[in-house]
């Protein structure tokens, strides 16, 4: 039996101050492992753009949705998108796999849904570990990351980044196929 000893880092609380020591830490064990696909959760742009510059030379596809917190708002910050691209990142706009119709259907009649329980259950592990799935499927459907080998995801629990995972992707048709294989750092408390 072959193991691995690797450090996690927990962050004694969420939230945006841990951006920096993420994004180091997933860079440094993407070197490791020689990853060259990163997914990252950025709602105005800023996190995207750190993670572009650490980055360089990997396709870091950076996610975000319309209507997030209002409906029909896009809240990415265009100076933001500019800096991205430059940096030679890509931006995928798109709907979130446990959320879209769902929720809809959930404000409508009530009840809970299968994107809902899966959203529940991964917020088991924190809110992090399930925005961190949930942009690797987004990215894996549109074909903007490989689904046949390992890749890093950067999320957070609301501003910034606190979280981030070693996943093999798979598409959100196949979500349970999706294995998280490392966990680089989370905090210790969900946000």
């Known amino acids: 039996m072959v193991s691995t000893d690797k450090t996690i880092t927990y962050f004694d609380d969420p939230g945006g101050e841990n951006t ?112 961190a799935v949930e942009i690797v499927a987004m990215a894996a459907d549109v074909g903007l990351i490989p689904s046949d080998r390992a890749v890093i995801s950067i999320a957070g629990t609301d501003r910034g980044a606190d979280t981030s995972i070693v996943v093999h992707p798979a598409n959100s048709t196949h979500v349970f196929d999706m294995t998280v294989k490392e966990v680089i750092a989370k905090p210790r408390v969900r946000g």
């Open 20 to 131: 920096n020591e993420v994004l180091r830490l997933a860079k440094e064990r993407a070197d490791e492992l020689g990853l060259t696909d990163v997914v990252v959760a950025s709602t105005r742009g800023e996190t995207g753009v750190k993670a572009t510059k650490l980055f360089k030379g990997f396709n870091v596809v950076v996610t975000h949705c319309t209507g997030f917190r209002e409906p029909g708002v896009q809240q990415f910050i265009e100076g933001n998108r500019k800096l991205i691209e430059k940096n030679g990142g890509k931006i995928f706009t798109g709907t979130r796999p446990f959320r879209n119709v769902e929720v809809a259907a959930r404000n409508k009649f009530g009840g809970a849904y299968p994107g809902d329980i899966i959203a529940q259950a991964l917020r088991i592990l924190g809110e992090g570990i399930k925005v």
